[in-house]
Structure formats: C-alpha cells, structure tokens
Nanobody, 125 residues
Framework: QVQLVESGGGLVQPGSSLRLSCVAS????????MGWFRQAPGKEREGVSC????????YYTDSVKGRFTISRDNAKNTVYLQMNSLKPEDTAVYYC??????????????????WGQGTQVTVSS
C-alpha cells in the first residue's frame, strides 16, 4: 500500500522559513511526478509546486514563485518543499501528492494518484 508521510509543518512568524518533507513507502518515486498541494479553510485544494520524474522540471503557482523551492532525493525516496519568506496567506494544510505519470504540470493540475495525510502550516505574528 502506497504511503506518503509529510513532516515539517508548524507555527511560524511572517518572514520565516520551513522545510516540508514527504517520505514515500511501498513504491519508488523515481518514475512519478511528485508535488505539494495546500488547502486553506474555506478554500479549494490547490497545487502549489510539483516536480517531474523525467527531467526534474518544476511548476510553481504564481503566489509562491521566488519563495518556495521543490526538490526530490530519489535515493531517500523523499520530496521536499523549502518555504521562505512565509506570509499569513500561506497558512494551510499542506499535502504531498504522487502522480501516475511524469508531468509536473499535470500533477499540479490535479492528476493525483495518492495523497499524504497533510501537515499544518500556520504563519502568524
């Protein structure tokens, strides 16, 4: 059974940084696009950042460009999301996601095969 386990969330002040991690088990993530979604209260879940399996190309939603960086370590079966210059509007539950394909854009547009359980990120002074 595929498992995606996120960690690294927390309560931070505006301008701070966090790094989210997603460890995959029961499959090798080398062949699949991986990514991060988030859902704030009262809002739809949105694709934040995704990374392809083929060439490492990435996708970022406009609101996080220049602040967030996605990366993957296939040897550790882990995907990361480095979040800098956090803003209150980044507050949400962040979910790790796995695609059945290789496209970063496809995954972030919703072609999700498996979800993690989510980790809360709260940005507040």
């Amino acid at each position: 059974q595929v498992q995606l386990v996120e960690s690294g969330g927390g309560l931070v002040q505006p301008g701070s940084s966090l790094r989210l991690s997603c460890v995959a088990s029961e499959f090798t993530l080398d062949y699949f696009a991986m990514g991060w979604f988030r859902q704030a209260p009262g809002k739809e879940r949105e694709g934040v950042s995704c990374i392809s399996s083929s060439d490492g190309s990435t996708y970022y939603t406009d609101s996080v460009k220049g602040r967030f960086t996605i990366s993957r370590d296939n040897a550790k079966n882990t995907v990361y999301l480095q979040m800098n210059s956090l803003k209150p509007e980044d507050t949400a539950v962040y979910y790790c996601a796995q695609s059945n394909g290789y496209s970063a854009l496809g995954l972030c547009e919703g072609w999700v095969a498996n979800w993690g359980q989510g980790t809360q990120v709260t940005v507040s002074s």
